[in-house]
C-alpha cells in the first residue's frame, strides 16, 4: 500500500513569491492535514481539509491557504512568501474524520525562501 | 488547551542501554497519545499509540510506552538502544473536544554512541 506522497522534495522561491505544495493521501483515507516544521519552532498544525472542505485551521496568517480535490489529494499554496516561511511542511492523512484516528506523514517538501 | 511537554532536547546513550524518553500531557481528560519517529531529512513514522484499554502499549523497533493517568505521563523506552535508533522523536497528542489537530511537543533528539 503506498503512504502518503508529497511534491516536489525541495522547493526555493524568493521573498514575495508563491508556493503550491501537493500531497496525496493514502488510498481510502478522506482527511489531509498540513503541518510546518520550522527550525526552532517544533510541528505546527497548518490546515486540515476532509470531504473537500477546510475544517480547521492553525495560527498562521490568511497566505497559508489550501483546498482538497475530489480525489482527497490536497494543495497548500503560501502567498506572498516571506524568509521565515523556510521549513518542513509535512503532510498527513487519516481514514476518518471525527475518530481521532492516526495521522501518516508524508516525507515532506523542503521550502527554501531566499 | 491541550499541550504535550517533553522533557529534554537532547538525550544521549551508548549502545546496548536502556533508552528513556519522557512525555507529559496537560488534559486532565486522558487524550490520545502518540510517538513518532524522524529521521534525517524524512517524515514522521508512527511509533505506538495510545487509545484506550492496555496502558503498557507496544510499537515496532522494539519501543514501548506506558500511559499513566496518574502521573500524566506517556514516556518511550526501548530495552537496549541500537546504533540505528537515532533520530529526532515527537510526542503527541490530539485535543478533546474531535478537533482533530494533533498537538506535538518540542521533540528530542536522540544519540546513541558506540
Known amino acids: 500500500e503506498a503512504g502518503v506522497t508529497q511534491s516536489p522534495t525541495h522547493l526555493i522561491k524568493t521573498r514575495g513569491q508563491q508556493a503550491t505544495l501537493r500531497c496525496s493521501p493514502i488510498?481510502?483515507?478522506?482527511?489531509v492535514y498540513w503541518y510546518q516544521q520550522a527550525l526552532g519552532l517544533g510541528l505546527q498544525f497548518l490546515l486540515w481539509?476532509?470531504?473537500?472542505?477546510?475544517?480547521n485551521r492553525g495560527n498562521f496568517p490568511p497566505r497559508f491557504s489550501g483546498r482538497q480535490f475530489p480525489n482527497y489529494s490536497s494543495e497548500l499554496n503560501v502567498n506572498a512568501l516571506e524568509l521565515e516561511d523556510s521549513a518542513l511542511y509535512l503532510c498527513?492523512?487519516?481514514?476518518?474524520?471525527?475518530?481521532?484516528?492516526?495521522?501518516?506523514f508524508g516525507p515532506g517538501t523542503r521550502l527554501t525562501v531566499l | 488547551a491541550q499541550s504535550v511537554t517533553q522533557l529534554g532536547s537532547h538525550v544521549s546513550v551508548s549502545e546496548g542501554a536502556l533508552v528513556l524518553l519522557r512525555c507529559n500531557y496537560s488534559?486532565?481528560?486522558?487524550?490520545?497519545l502518540f510517538w513518532y519517529v524522524q529521521y534525517p531529512n524524512q517524515g514522521l513514522q508512527l511509533l505506538l499509540k495510545?487509545?484506550?484499554?492496555?496502558?503498557l502499549v507496544k510499537g515496532i523497533n522494539g519501543f514501548e510506552a506506558e500511559f499513566k493517568k496518574s502521573e500524566t505521563s506517556f514516556h518511550l523506552t526501548k530495552p537496549s538502544a541500537h546504533m540505528s535508533d537515532a533520530a529526532e522523536y515527537f510526542c503527541?497528542?490530539?485535543?478533546?473536544?474531535?478537533?482533530?489537530?494533533?498537538?506535538f511537543g518540542k521533540g528530542t533528539k536522540l544519540t546513541v554512541n558506540p
Open positions: 503527541a497528542a490530539y485535543s478533546q473536544g474531535g478537533s482533530e489537530k494533533l498537538v
Open positions: 498527513a492523512s487519516s481514514l476518518n474524520r471525527g475518530s481521532t484516528d492516526t495521522q501518516y
Open positions: 495510545y487509545t484506550t484499554g492496555a496502558t
Open positions: 481539509y476532509d470531504e473537500g472542505e477546510e475544517r
Open positions: 488534559s486532565s481528560v486522558p487524550p490520545y
Open positions: 488510498s481510502g483515507h478522506t482527511s
